[in-house]
Every structure is written in C-alpha cells, then in structure tokens.
C-alpha cells in the first residue's frame, strides 16, 4: 500500500528566514503531488500541485520541487512570516481518484 | 458558493449510540470523500464514493456505514459509536476526470465517544 511520510517534529524558524517541509513516498508512482494548508480547527486548503514531469513548480513565496527517482517532494516558504505557522499536508492521488495525505508537519514561524 | 458543508460542528455520544454526519456541496462535484483525522495519524479515508450511485471503503471503514443520497449528498453514519471512533471528522469533495484534481474540504465535525 502507498506510505506518505512527513516529518511529524515541528519546524521552528525565524521570521523572514526559508522553510523546508519534506515528503517522502513508497511503494507508487504518482502523476503529480500536492501540498495543503491546515490552519487549527478547520479543513486543509489546497495550495500547489506539482506533475510527475515537472521539476519546480512556484507560486509567489512557495516553491516545491518533486524528484520521483527520489520519491521525495519538497516545499520551501521563503520569507517567512508568522502567518504563516500552519500545519502542511502533502497528497498523493491514486487510482480511482483515491487521496493518500501524510500526517502533516507543522510549522512555527517566530517573529 | 457555501463549499463543503458539514453538520454538526460538534457532536458528543455515549458508546453504543448511533449518529449519522452530513455533508453537502455545492460545486458539482462527482466524488466525495469521508476522512477521519487523528493525532499523529495524519487524514485517513473512510469511504469514498466516486460518482453519484458508487461508494467505496477506504482505509479505515470498519464501524462506519456512508450513504450517497444525491450528487450533493455525502453522509456518514456510526451505528454503534465506540470510544475509539473519538476523532474529527472532515468530508471533501473533487472534480473528478481531465485535469488534475484537487479537494475541497468541509469544517470538520469533532465527535467525542465516552
């Protein structure tokens, strides 16, 4: 079965400073990744997707990159304001258009 | 457009009682979805139901019984609530087909089994 990981330890980083969230996957090979937002008590929101032939994909202050040979994803914040702070979630689609989420890393921005 | 919405926001039951959690969208979407959301467990599927007419189990079924009662309609219900279906529950919802697809997520409904 697809395993998702995200590292469950949260990130503590500086206002203004880069963060990088990590995920890795097993056992599939995905057409595209995605990342959502999890503020406390609400839903996740989605916030980029990034296809199996595309090496970077940006958005105003979000990068992620995705390296099927790794089979990692990764989702950096630049300049990084305390609104920020929020739990991220990366999804992988399967078939049927089944989702599989990791368990979310969260994120602590300092001021 | 509401979204997704979810019904209760906040439901308390004894083990044994039984509950059902709605769930409506107003986006013509073809598939929704029933999560359960746990600490350090990340989001994992209940059921799904692909199209209007089909549902589907997911991971983690067992004790949960979904009803797709139209196109809008996604409902869940615990016949015989335990202590440990204690949890958040979110319903979500996607266009299915084409293009990649992306889901939209419900508020949550957080259920305490005592």
């Known amino acids: 079965s697809q395993k998702i990981e995200q590292n469950s330890e949260a990130l503590n980083i500086q206002e203004g400073k880069t963060a990088t969230l990590t995920c890795n996957y097993t056992n599939y090979s995905p057409a595209y990744l995605q990342w959502y937002r999890q503020d406390p008590g609400r839903g996740p929101v989605f916030l980029l997707l990034i296809r199996e032939n595309e090496k970077e994909k940006r958005k105003e202050r979000l990068k992620v990159t995705f390296d099927t040979t790794l089979k990692q994803s990764l989702f950096h914040i630049t300049a990084s304001q305390p609104a920020d702070s929020a739990t991220y979630l990366c999804a992988l689609v399967g078939n049927f258009n089944k989702f599989y989420f990791g368990s979310g890393t969260k994120l602590n921005v300092k001021p | 457009n509401a979204g997704v919405t979810q019904t209760p926001k906040f439901q308390v039951l004894k083990t044994g009682q039984s509950m059902t959690l709605q769930c409506a969208q107003d986006m013509n979407h073809n598939s929704m979805y029933w999560y359960r959301q746990d600490p350090g467990m990340g989001l994992r599927l209940i059921y799904y139901s692909a199209s209007e007419g089909t549902t589907d189990k997911g991971e983690v079924p067992n004790g949960y019984n979904v009803s797709r009662l139209n196109k809008r309609e996604f409902s869940l219900r615990l016949e015989s609530a335990a202590p440990s279906q204690t949890s958040v529950y979110f319903c979500?919802?996607?266009?299915?087909?084409?293009?990649?697809?992306?889901?939209?997520f419900g508020p949550g409904t957080r259920l305490t089994v005592l």
């Open positions: 979500a919802s996607t266009l299915s087909g084409g293009n990649p697809n992306t889901q939209y």
